[in-house]
């Protein structure tokens, strides 16, 4: 079993910094993609951010040049660092893998449990 946990969630006002980070534990043999996703109150789960096992990342062009992605590959870690929050980015904020486990050989997509950003004016 794999499992996703994301911290480091909360209130900012806007203009303020916030940094997420995602720990991946249990049987895990490699982790594939990782990103970051958010969910805000009757609006769709959007893709906040990606980053492969090699390190090209993407970003939607709502959060680019604001917040970066980036993981520890020996920790099986990733973090989301967020900067010039805006209250638009207010949401539930979810960490994604794609890992291949030793009780799932073949590439499977877990997600962390979410975490709560919320933005002030």
């Known amino acids: 079993q794999v499992q996703l946990v994301e911290s480091g969630g909360g209130l900012v006002q806007a203009g303020g910094s916030l940094r997420l980070s995602c720990a991946a534990s249990?049987?895990?043999?490699?982790?594939?993609?990782v990103g970051w996703y958010r969910q805000a109150p009757g609006k769709q789960r959007e893709l906040v951010a990606t980053?492969?096992?090699?390190?090209?990342?993407i970003y939607a062009d709502s959060v680019k040049g604001r917040f970066t992605i980036s993981r520890e590959n020996a920790e099986n870690t990733m973090f989301l660092q967020m900067n010039s929050l805006k209250p638009e980015d207010t949401a539930v904020y979810y960490c994604n893998a794609r890992v291949v486990a030793l009780t799932k050989p073949t590439p499977y997509d877990y997600w962390g449990q979410g975490t709560q950003v919320t933005v002030s004016s």
């Open positions: 249990g049987f895990i043999v490699s982790i594939n993609a």
């Open positions: 980053i492969t096992s090699g390190g090209t990342t």
